[in-house]
């Protein structure tokens, strides 16, 4: 099953969502997209936020 996030569900004003066939995959994108958004790496205390916002579509 297909996995989907969204960037504002971790309370940042962006647009953007991604979707991905794995986490792995979708984890991947959304580290480029962090770059976007002035970040080298995702930082630790998000890892979990984001976790928890990943949805199967």
């Not at 996995?3 to 953007?16: A, E, N, R, V």
């Amino acid at each position: 099953m297909a996995k989907s996030f969204k960037c504002s569900d971790l309370g940042i004003s962006c647009g953007w969502s991604t979707t991905a066939n794995n986490d792995t995959e979708l984890l991947k994108k959304i580290a480029q997209h962090a770059e976007q958004h002035g970040f080298t790496e995702i930082p630790f205390e998000w890892e979990a936020k984001i976790k928890a916002s990943i949805k199967e579509v």
